[in-house]
């Protein structure tokens, strides 16, 4: 089972601010992606990474920026955030062999 | 564009009798599925993984894959209340994985 840690559990801010959202695992895995979700709908992919300094945009468009710098780290950063980005984001990491994708406990983002 | 298609439910059976969940894919080359159970307000967790043909068996969870028919199907025995939750299933595709939007189940006590 990985180990995926997200930093805040919830947040709760004012327009215009800038957030990153941590997330951070344990187990040494290359592809690390983030996903919204909004409450009752689907999951929606808007970043991941495969490596060190890759990363991709998603199916979801987002005005949100993330960075791989470190192969355990791989934060996303809301330059400005507005009530439009109130959502629980998810970040998960898979393993090399079998593609299994375990997931972060999430962050609820409430931007009033 | 590589699809999963999953009937959204919800899907209501009484404590006790079997929940069965159904997913089509598009991708004739998938290889591998996974089911994921959500709580509300929780997120995704990994709860059966299937790479071949036929049925896999773990606990009350049973998941089935017909490549022919392109259709992955989990079954819980013995529903109780505590497995109410969506389902969503999931494969590789050429990675990231391919979600569906899930089946929400509830299981009447």
């Known amino acids: 089972e990985a180990d995926i840690y997200q930093t805040p559990r919830y947040l709760v801010i004012g327009t215009g601010k800038k957030i990153t959202l941590e997330c951070s695992q344990t187990?040494?895995?290359?592809?690390m992606y983030w996903y919204q979700q909004d409450p009752g709908m689907e999951l929606h992919l808007i970043h991941y990474?495969?490596?060190?300094?890759?990363?991709e945009k998603g199916d979801l468009s987002s005005e949100s920026t993330v960075s791989r710098i470190r192969t355990e780290h791989f934060p996303l950063t809301l330059e400005s955030a507005r009530p439009s980005h109130t959502s629980q984001y998810l970040c998960?990491?898979?393993?090399?062999?079998?593609?299994?994708?375990?997931f972060g406990p999430g962050t609820r983002l409430t931007v009033l | 564009q590589k699809e999963v298609e999953q009937n959204s439910g919800p899907l209501s059976v009484p404590e006790g009798a079997i929940a069965s969940l159904n997913c089509t894919y598009s991708?004739?080359?998938?290889?591998?599925f996974f089911w994921y159970r959500q709580y509300s307000g929780k997120s995704p967790e990994l709860i059966m993984s299937?790479?071949?043909?036929g049925d896999k068996e773990d606990g009350r969870f049973t998941a089935q894959l017909n490549k022919a028919s392109q259709y992955v199907s989990l079954l819980i025995r013995d529903s109780q209340p505590s497995d109410s939750a969506t389902y969503l299933c999931?494969?590789?595709?050429?990675?990231?994985?391919?979600f569906g939007k899930g089946t929400r189940l509830s299981v009447i006590a």
């Open positions: 998960a990491s898979t393993t090399g062999g079998q593609n299994e994708q375990f």
């Open positions: 187990m040494g895995h290359d592809k």
């Open positions: 990474s495969y490596g060190v300094n890759s990363t």
């Open positions: 991708d004739r080359g998938s290889q591998s």
């Open positions: 299937i790479y071949s043909n």
């Open positions: 999931a494969h590789p595709g050429n990675t990231p994985l391919v």
